[in-house]
């Protein structure tokens, strides 16, 4: 049973990948073309791929051949909430390293992950919750009983680049965890290049936004290009 989700996710994943990347084409257009409306649309949309990617990569991760036998991913997904199941998926993967592994290291790398999966997984999993029910402007309570303010805040402050940044980081988040549940020989390779990685990409784009993407794009040569591509094409049609 295993291998057959784990199939069916592999394609649902890859069709996802794909049209992530058919999104972000249309939003540099958006950009270049300094089209507003559709780049809230686009928004919109992307925070609601990521929705799926999320999912659909999770179940994915827990069902890849090798990585968790039949009685853990039960464990896993019997777990009452998403903060639960990752963790108990990190817990079953910590358990796969060597036993003569450096200690103090792998608490220090277990901790650095659990920081990591609190503020970009399961943080933003009450937004992506927020958006996949259509509470795309005022956002209620579990109960839809009365707003959520602070949601609702966190909801207008979400711009195209921070949800591109989410994608980014649960990439490689879960990467790290898939190494350390299939590659035990060789996850000080792997794993720690990866997680290393991961840090370092996180504090590099702590600072990006959609304005620091407008004017990467806008102040391009490959723009520049474009605009007199466009308006020698405006005077052929006058």
């Not at 999320?54 to 890849?64: D, G, N, P, Y």
């Not at 794009?217 to 094409?233: A, C, D, T, V």
Request: charged fraction near 30%; aromatic fraction near 10%.
């Amino acid at each position: 049973m295993s291998e057959k989700i784990f199939r069916a996710s592999t394609l649902n994943v890859k069709d996802l990948k794909k049209q992530r990347n058919r999104i972000l084409a249309l939003v540099n257009r958006a950009i270049r073309e300094k089209n507003d409306a559709d780049l809230i649309s686009l928004t919109k949309m992307y925070a609601l791929l990521y929705s799926a990617y999320a999912e659909m990569s999770f179940l994915k991760l827990i069902h890849t051949p090798k990585a968790f036998s039949e009685s853990e991913i039960l464990q896993i997904v019997n777990r009452r909430n998403l903060e639960e199941k990752w963790e108990k998926c990190v817990e079953f993967a910590f358990k796969k390293l060597n036993l003569d592994a450096n200690l103090g290291e792998i608490a220090n790398k277990k901790q650095t992950l659990r920081k990591i999966l609190m503020e970009y997984i399961i943080k933003p999993s009450q937004i992506r919750n927020k958006v996949a029910h259509g509470q795309w402007i005022i956002c209620l309570n579990n109960d839809c009983t009365q707003e959520n303010k602070e949601i609702t805040l966190n909801m207008q402050q979400l711009d195209f680049v921070r949800i591109d940044r989410y994608f980014s980081i649960y990439e490689k988040f879960q990467q790290c965890i898939l190494d350390l549940s299939v590659s035990q020989k060789t996850h000080y390779r792997d794993y720690y290049i990866i997680i290393t990685d991961l840090e370092n990409y996180i504090d590099s784009t702590e600072l990006w936004s959609l304005e620091t993407k407008k004017q990467k794009i806008l102040s391009s040569q490959k723009y520049q290009r474009y605009q007199i591509k466009k308006n020698l094409n405006n005077r052929n049609i006058d």
